[in-house]
């Protein structure tokens, strides 16, 4: 019974990292917003930052990498090979996440000496869809942290049982 309710435990924490990585991707791809002022047309997308695009790309491998694993059978060899994935997804997810949260706050706030103004004040939709995009990005990144512990625990748990 422990271990079909541990079973089920990391089905329903791989699920929820799936769910949390493709909201960030889905969340951050439909974020757009034109505006005007005087003569000037801006629209601010996703598209235009490197760090949104790489915060794309990272999420939709995750949500990719993670929709798979749901399927794998817990009798597989490959579990082992889960765990080194995992971690390689969370630095993945770290990474995009640092990238995309420096961009947006420069975004938000400017950059005085570099003279970069905000823009937040003229797309503030844009903005807002880029802020629960990082949010949902967040929470996967720390649902995989806890996955990571998870899958580390239950593959080093049987090894060591072996040991002794």
């Not at 917003?33 to 996703?46: D, G, I, P, Q, T």
């Amino acid at each position: 019974m422990v271990k079909l309710t541990k079973r089920i435990g990391g089905f329903v924490l791989r699920l929820a990292a799936f769910a949390a990585a493709l909201a960030a991707l889905i969340v951050m791809v439909t974020s757009r917003e034109r505006a005007s002022f005087f003569a000037v047309s801006l629209e601010a997308k996703y598209t235009d930052m490197a760090a949104f695009k790489y915060f794309v790309i990272a999420n939709a491998v995750v949500s990719v990498y993670s929709f798979l694993v749901l399927f794998l059978p817990h009798e597989s060899l490959l579990w082992k090979f889960v765990v080194v994935l995992d971690l390689v997804m969370t630095m993945l997810l770290t990474s995009s996440l640092s990238a995309a949260l420096a961009v947006a706050q420069v975004g938000k706030k400017g950059n005085a000496n570099a003279g970069w103004l905000p823009i937040c004040g003229q797309v503030p939709k844009f903005c807002d869809q880029i802020t629960g995009a990082l949010i949902a990005g967040f929470i996967a990144l720390v649902l995989y942290v806890f996955l990571l512990l998870y899958s580390l625990h239950s593959v080093v748990d049987p090894f060591l049982l072996q040991k002794s």
